[in-house]
């Protein structure tokens, strides 16, 4: 059985999460083994409602500020968002010549189009998210993340994103699914339909990212979605950001392109060219997001080793042995 197979029988951990709202605190189990938890105290929940797809939480705590939780997962803390949103954003726009049209599937918490619309080069963006209700308390509760519904730039959809793109076919530069985990319904954003339906949705020399799992705990996911996406793209690299309120501390970003000639190490736009105050980046210490494509390994104090972002076959396991004494 397929990773993603086994990931399809799974749904949010909601009720336990509510349950350790009784106790003051928020926990979330980030592994599908159910092994590893990431818990926050709540200091006050100020949403608690059900859409007609998922259970909706926003909560306050005193160290990562507001905090949105769908179906029992963490989606983004005030804290730390800008980490995940800057880096899946502008791995693939500033990987493209001339990005244009963008279109983001998912993404109701407004933090992707906010970043998206920054772009100089951009025209329009278009969000299709499927859960109004998310986009609703996104806005009442989390204005920071919200500023992108602002944006002249905007056409907004409510509709499956993944009905959406069969009947657009050719029309954007630039896709970014913004999906949650792989579980039921969500599962299908991981699997060969939708990424076909993705590839053809682009115009030519387009470019995808999505969520891509993260490489610690969800390595055989990553390897599973590598292998398939470099089944139907030409180029395919592996991005990752390091966010401290999702359970692993880091989330892949999975970006594909249809031109061999893209080299998301090296993008044709350098945050450089633009003043980071008028722009609002969080990463400002950074020329490109070029540096989120290599990572360390996992040896424990290994020091100064890292591996290539193609993380697949010999090099994934090489990376996950533990270190032997001399390397320690």
Not at 102 to 128: M, Y
Request: hydrophobic fraction near 35%; charge should be neutral; glycine fraction near 10%.
């Amino acid at each position: 059985m397929s990773i993603l197979a086994a990931y399809a029988g799974l749904k949010g951990d909601t009720e336990f999460g509510l349950d350790v709202f009784k106790k003051g605190w928020f926990a979330e189990t980030g592994t599908l083994t159910g092994d590893q938890a990431l818990a926050i105290k709540v200091d006050k929940i100020l949403y608690q409602g059900k859409s007609k797809y998922q259970d909706v939480i926003v909560f306050e705590s005193s160290a990562w500020g507001r905090v949105l939780i769908l179906d029992g997962d963490v989606q983004c803390t005030e804290l730390d968002e800008f980490s995940y949103q800057e880096m899946i954003t502008f791995l693939p726009i500033n990987s493209h010549p001339n990005p244009k049209k963008v279109l983001v599937i998912g993404g109701g918490d407004g933090g992707v189009i906010r970043e998206a619309s920054k772009h100089p080069l951009v025209e329009s963006v278009t969000l299709c998210e499927l859960d109004e209700k998310v986009i609703e308390v996104t806005k009442k509760f989390l204005p920071s993340m919200a500023k992108g519904f602002d944006s002249p730039k905007l056409k907004l959809c409510i509709e499956d994103g993944a009905e959406y793109i069969k009947t657009h076919q050719g029309e954007f530069d630039v896709i970014i699914t913004d999906s949650p985990d792989p579980k039921a319904p969500a599962v299908c954003l991981f699997q060969r339909p939708y990424y076909e339906a993705l590839k053809n949705a682009l115009k030519p020399g387009g470019i995808i990212a999505s969520q891509g799992a993260s490489f610690w705990y969800d390595r055989n996911l990553v390897k599973e979605m590598l292998k398939l996406c470099r089944s139907l793209f030409p180029v395919v690299e592996y991005g990752a950001s390091y966010v401290p309120s999702f359970p692993a501390g880091q989330i892949g970003h999975i970006c594909c392109s249809t031109s061999k000639d893209t080299n998301f190490g090296n993008p044709f736009t350098s945050f450089g060219m633009t003043p980071w105050e008028k722009m609002d980046f969080k990463f400002s210490p950074y020329d490109s997001p070029g540096f989120v494509l290599r990572f360390p390994t996992g040896g424990g104090r290994r020091k100064g080793k890292i591996i290539s972002n193609k993380m697949e076959g010999e090099n994934v396991e090489k990376a996950f042995k533990a270190p032997t004494a001399e390397q320690t």
